[in-house]
């Protein structure tokens, strides 16, 4: 039988967990790939490559802070612009973002659920980190106090590549 203090250690650590997803969720990290995993969601394969770079990037627009919109907009990074002023490239380069199914799969179920596109690129990380800190914290409440447990994990889902 769990102890009423290892609950509590469980609830609270549950909690940050959760308050530190809410917080990444809100303010993500805006970065180009969003782009492409928008458009790897909405490519239903009945949509021309012009049809599809224009909905991604009006989506994208209207959803993104104006100030990391045009830092995933770049023309002075060779690649962005290429796939900005063409969308037969911006097609061809989905291949390398398509090799993620599961990824992009639920990224495609969020967005049918209502999820903002760009957010639902989002939300699988999240998803995916909240899993890990469980487990995290479940190992290592097999060999130290639940408090140390919590500890250890939160130094693991603190650590900057995680929270990046």
Request: include cysteine; hydrophobic fraction near 50%.
């Amino acid at each position: 039988m769990v102890s009423r203090r290892a609950t509590i250690t469980l609830l609270l650590y549950v909690a940050v967990v959760v308050s530190l997803l809410a917080f990444c969720y809100a303010s993500p990290s805006y970065n180009w790939d969003m782009l492409a995993y928008a458009a790897v969601v909405l490519d239903h394969g009945q949509v021309s490559p012009e049809a599809l770079h224009a909905e991604v990037y009006r989506t994208a627009a209207e959803e993104t802070p104006e100030a990391e919109y045009s830092m995933m907009v770049d023309t002075t990074h060779a690649l962005r612009s290429e796939v900005l002023r063409s969308p037969e490239r911006f097609y061809q380069f989905l291949s390398y973002f398509r090799v993620k199914p599961l990824y992009t799969a639920m990224c495609s179920a969020l967005h049918s659920l209502g999820v903002p596109l760009m957010k639902s690129t989002v939300l699988p990380s999240a998803l995916g980190i909240f899993a890990i800190a469980l487990m995290v914290f479940y190992r290592f409440s097999r060999t130290v106090p639940f408090w140390a447990a919590a500890i250890l994990g939160l130094s693991v889902i603190c650590t900057p590549p995680v929270t990046e």
